[in-house]
């Protein structure tokens, strides 16, 4: 049985290409019924899942920026709380 992640918000990095596990893993966790909160320093490319994960029915907000920078990192985690209220889980796929 999968895990029920409703009212979870997870903050998920390197989704911006198909196929590969970020973002894998932000489909099992919005499926599971967590909020998503994704990152990936390819803009287009992340924008792209948004839309995608977003028709399938998932709350989703994405965060264009190179999360292996500080900045980009703390304003990921900001936009995740002022976005869904706060942050439970965070899985780092984003390389560096």
């Keep these: 049985m999968p895990p029920d992640l409703r009212g979870k918000v997870a903050l998920i ?8 596990i970020g973002h894998a893993v932000a489909r099992g966790f919005g499926r599971a019924g967590a ?3 994704i990152a990936d320093v390819n803009a287009a490319g992340l924008a792209d899942r948004a839309k995608e994960l977003t028709a399938e029915g998932l709350a989703v907000h ?5 999360l292996t920078t500080p900045d980009a990192a703390h ?3 900001a936009e ?13 796929v984003a390389g560096g």
């Design 80 to 92: 995740a709380g002022g976005r869904f209220g706060g942050l439970d889980v965070v899985v780092n």
């Design 62 to 66: 994405a965060v264009a920026g190179d």
């Design 13 to 20: 990095t390197g989704v911006g290409r198909v196929g590969q």
């Design 35 to 37: 909020q998503l909160v």
């Design 75 to 77: 304003r990921a985690v």
